[in-house]
């Protein structure tokens, strides 16, 4: 697995060089854009309009136009002069509780990864978060952003989760209305979640759509014809308890 980003978590005097790794990797199904009658693949190229020429990735450089038409320049050199080395560190700015970080904020995982020689300190952070159920709140600069991160202790290393700030989190777009619940319905909800309640096994989940992308490939470059495999009719069940009746005994069989 590549590294993402190196960098160190500093807090006070400690010091602890590590690696950012992905936690995730991209599975799904990519399609490339054809034109309609030739069947030949779409090609994209960087065109400057004054030369009328391809501009190869080496010779484009960063821009921010700070009046029409107009641009001041960075070269990456420059970019990372700016940053000072404190922007280059993983650095706490504090601690505090797991349950105060609204699940809202996160945005992207990293794994934090110790270098050789820093497994000693790396270890008393994780265990010292661990045993008080805190995580560290940090920033660092990653690429040309600041990111506000948390370090997230796990039983095997550290998780470095990436927030959006504050000012990034759109507004709920529609006001939700307020409405009455009995205490029928609030019990019968209660006794849905009861029974369909059971430990959570990331093994058991899948893609299954991709599973019937590339089963409808492969039905193409034989030549069939793709068929629905949405064949079930409405639901006519309109009534909330009667749904959540049905619920229930849908579970409790092991069909829901």
């Not at 034109?35 to 400057?48: A, G």
């Not at 821009?63 to 000072?84: A, N």
């Not at 639901?235 to 909330?240: A, H, K, M, P, Y």
């Amino acid at each position: 697995m590549a590294v993402a980003h190196k960098s160190a978590i500093s807090v006070g005097l400690l010091y602890i060089p590590v690696g950012l790794y992905k936690t995730t990797r991209e599975i799904g199904i990519s399609f490339n854009q054809l034109c309609k009658d030739t069947h030949e693949r779409i090609k994209y190229k960087k065109i400057c309009p004054s030369c009328n020429k391809e501009v190869k990735s080496e010779d484009i450089i960063k821009g921010y136009e700070f009046e029409e038409g107009k641009y001041i320049t960075f070269s990456e050199d420059e970019l990372e002069k700016i940053k000072s080395k404190r922007d280059k560190t993983i650095h706490i700015e504090h601690f505090a509780k797991m349950s105060d970080i609204d699940s809202i904020y996160f945005e992207k995982n990293y794994y934090v990864i110790p270098e050789p020689g820093a497994e000693k300190a790396y270890e008393l952070l994780r265990q010292a978060l661990l045993s008080k159920e805190e995580v560290a709140i940090a920033q660092t600069v990653f690429t040309t952003k600041e990111e506000l991160l948390i370090l997230y202790p796990e039983e095997d290393c550290i998780i470095a989760k990436m927030l959006f700030y504050q000012e990034e989190i759109q507004e709920i777009p529609k006001s939700i209305s307020k409405v009455e619940i009995t205490n029928e319905e609030m019990n019968m909800a209660k006794m849905m979640i009861d029974t369909m309640t059971k430990q959570f096994d990331i093994l058991a989940y899948h893609d299954e759509y991709q599973e019937k992308l590339r089963s409808a490939i492969t039905q193409k470059i034989q030549g069939q014809e793709i068929v629905s495999s949405d064949t079930n009719k409405p639901n006519n069940v309109i009534n909330l308890m009667e749904a959540l009746q049905r619920t229930v005994e849908q579970a409790k069989k092991g069909t829901a």
